[in-house]
């Protein structure tokens, strides 16, 4: 159930929340948290912050050895998450993503800075800008920018102007990790806002 509030925008449905958090299970998952606690612990802004994550990221996305199978299974209905670990003091969380050809998230925005890395497949993204309403014309979005994120691509961002849709265009199974600076396992969601309004594509 979505409670759409004065400016047509909702917090996230039950479907795009996660399952219950599982402790790390392979050794190379293990190592990645570990690179991600020190860099997230130097306590720098958010944009630096993502930076220094995204570093750390790319260097495991493709690997065989950092998801289980489990991890990677996808939902016939919708994209699925995986909460792979959410930090006990709740300064980040890592998620991992599986689309199946033609799933797409909603258009969303985020809770906090977010890392994201592409393990398998390829993931195409359209980027928002919000219009607010004006001169008797209701809040719109525009659409700024696609993207065609490969296999090993990795992308980090800040709220605000955060707003995108996420989509499996290709023919196979696509899998993302997405680092987030909040306690998705406390939150349920990395969703902060999903965007019903009218867009111009
Ligand atoms: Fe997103």
Redesign the pocket.
Known sequence: MRRPDAAGMTTPTAHTRTAPARPCTTPRLDALVAEIREAVGRGLPPDLTAYLVGERLAPHLGTADLLTAEQCEGDPDRYRQHLLHAESDGSFSVVGLVWLPGQR?SV???VSW?V?GVHEGEEHERRYRLVPAEDGVPAHLVATEDVVNPQGAVCGFAPPG?I?R?WNAGAGRAISL?VYGADIGRLGS??RRVYDLPADR
Do not use: A, F, L
Request: charged share 15%; aromatic share 0%; proline share 0%.
């Open positions: 998230t969303h925005d985020h977010c994201t955060d995108h996420v997405h990395s969703v």
